[in-house]
């Protein structure tokens, strides 16, 4: 992208630091540096990006006192309330030497932040700086803080200080078949969650714009919802990886060795298998995902991330004869350069945990998917990518065993049901690729989101 006249002001990009937080929103900044604009990285210790790789913004990491022990416990809701509790402080400091840097001429226009990161809204209003929230998940995932279970009867009702109980509402969520779902996110929540969606709405709600991951095509009914609830102008300018020619922003080493691997395998005859960077299997569900990929007979790349097997290292449990079995026909990584591999013409398939980055990526190649969400948005994800845009296949996840995932893995890369699939997700590309040309929602939604930052 053609890097635009410099523009005054320079923005403060807040992380929140987890790889799947972390990608979308260094592109983000990085497409705003296209557009002239000054780029400030304040991040979290805890999982700080390599500074090295983006030379071009200046970092300030800030202490998160976060530990592994924090994170470990898996507890989402509790690691997001503590992590904005300990980091309020440490933000309003480091803002506060930004803004008396005596050797900066350009003024600090505001700050930009994800929205799980929402300390960083009252920190703007304090210092009465506009805030704008990025949303790196699907736009849906805002209803989901927006809505609550009622009680007392069937349905749904609005967060209290928003709009009244509304019938469309779930009409709409009933189209995307929502509904069951925020039922069974949203049933007995948690304190930790309930406060967690009051400060999210909040924030959200005081912020002076919202920048949301999308496409105006892929969510447009759930968009339109949205701007009921939430009085800013929403931006769905995604997806952030197609506008901006990033560099890696992975946290663990990318093997590109399995670039070369792929020069050898026949047109869209891989499956690459990757569940992200957060979820974890059983040694059970490695064995028979195992075997079910030999069964299959078809090449794969198989991401096994250090940690994806709880209790395991790395690949110590997989069978001896699995590895014999499978030999060249299979390649195995800790870590791959995935948009990379997505985007390489040997691969026909994608057996995914379901996170919104990889399903954009997913996307954005014409790649059709087999759905084996795990928490969360993945679930929401999968109704989308199946049922919705019909660009893949769901993988029930009870007992998952070999034949099962042989069977599902054959359904995707070599029947009619995997050919239709494949129609739809290449008709997903025409569509992404149409969004960020000129006079494409994406496009058009970049220009307006520019000139609204461009005017504090
Ligand atoms: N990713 C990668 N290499 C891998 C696996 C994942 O680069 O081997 C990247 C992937 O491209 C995506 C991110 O890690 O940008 C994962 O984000 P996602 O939202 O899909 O899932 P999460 O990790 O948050 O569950």
Known sequence: MEKEGKKAGRWVLVLYPFQGHINPMLQLATILHSKGFSIIIVHPEFNSPNPSNHPEFTFRPIPDKLSESNVSLGDFANLVLTLNKHCLAPFQQC????????????????????????????????????????????????????????????????????????????????????????????????????????????????????????????????????????????????????????????????????????????????????????ATIDEQELIETAWGLANSELPFLWVIRPGLVRGSEWIELLPKDFLDRVGERGCIVKWAPQRKVLAHSAVGGFWSHCGWNSTLESISEGVPMLCRPFVGDQLLDSKYICHVWKVGLELENNNLERGKIEEAIKRLMLDVEGENVRKNAMNLKEKTELSLTEGGSSSNYLNDLVKHISSN
Not at 140 to 152: E, G, H, I, R, S
Not at 237 to 244: D, E, I, R, S, Y
């Open 95 to 278: 803002m506060n030497q930004i803004l008396h840097e005596k050797d900066s001429t350009d003024h600090v226009a505001g700050i930009i932040y994800d929205t799980l990161s929402y300390f960083a809204q009252s920190v703007a209003d304090d210092l009465r700086l506009p805030g704008i929230s990025v949303r790196t998940s699907a736009a849906a995932t805002m209803l989901v803080f927006a809505v609550f279970p009622n009680p007392d009867k069937e349905g749904y009702t609005s967060f209290p200080d928003s709009i009244s109980e509304n019938q469309t509402l779930e009409v709409d969520l009933q189209i995307l078949q929502l509904q069951q779902l925020l039922a069974s996110i949203l049933r007995n929540p948690t304190d930790a969650m309930s406060k967690l969606r009051t400060e999210v709405i909040h924030a959200t709600k005081s912020s002076s714009a919202i920048i949301v991951n999308t496409m105006d095509f892929l969510e447009e009914a759930v968009l339109s919802k949205i701007k009921e609830y939430f009085p800013s102008p929403i931006f769905p300018v995604g997806p952030f990886h197609k506008l901006a020619a990033t560099r890696s922003s992975s946290l663990l080493k990318e093997e590109t060795n399995c670039l070369s691997w792929l020069d050898k395998q026949a047109l869209k005859s891989v499956l690459y298998v990757s569940f992200g960077s957060m």
